[in-house]
């Protein structure tokens, strides 16, 4: 998948940038897998997620388009929201914190 998003222009950001994007990929709901829906989004790796784009052709055949986009993370319905915190929101109180100098107050 690498080389599909390579071919496609894609420029991927440096870990160390100040923007990140990062992605959640949920399970269908239970409503959802009792209907037999098609679940349309499968993450790949840590960074890649395809979504899979039901169509019909003119002669009314069924068809499916893979559209690959990379983000920064990626997180796979089975990582807990924990481990989501942890990795997305857990570095950045820690940096707000080294960044906070105690202040003097002065009576």
């Known amino acids: 998948l690498g080389d599909v998003y390579k071919r496609q222009g894609g420029v991927r950001?440096?870990?160390?940038?100040?923007?990140q994007v990062m992605v959640r990929k949920r399970p269908l709901?239970?409503?959802e897998?009792?209907?037999h829906n098609y679940d349309i989004v499968t993450a790949v790796?840590?960074?890649t997620v395809v979504v899979h784009e039901p169509k019909h052709t003119v002669d009314m055949k069924?068809?499916?388009s893979n559209h690959v986009f990379?983000?920064?993370n990626v997180f796979g319905e089975e990582v807990s929201n924990q481990q989501v915190y942890e990795a997305a929101v857990g570095p950045l109180a820690v940096s707000y914190t080294h960044l906070t100098l105690p202040t003097k107050?002065?009576?």
Not at 13 to 19: D, K, V
């Open 62 to 64: 069924r068809n499916v």
């Open 33 to 35: 897998a009792h209907e």
């Open 70 to 72: 990379s983000f920064d």
């Open 29 to 31: 709901n239970a409503g």
């Open 45 to 47: 790796d840590e960074n």
């Open 105 to 107: 107050r002065i009576v």
């Open 13 to 19: 950001s440096p870990s160390n940038s100040r923007i």
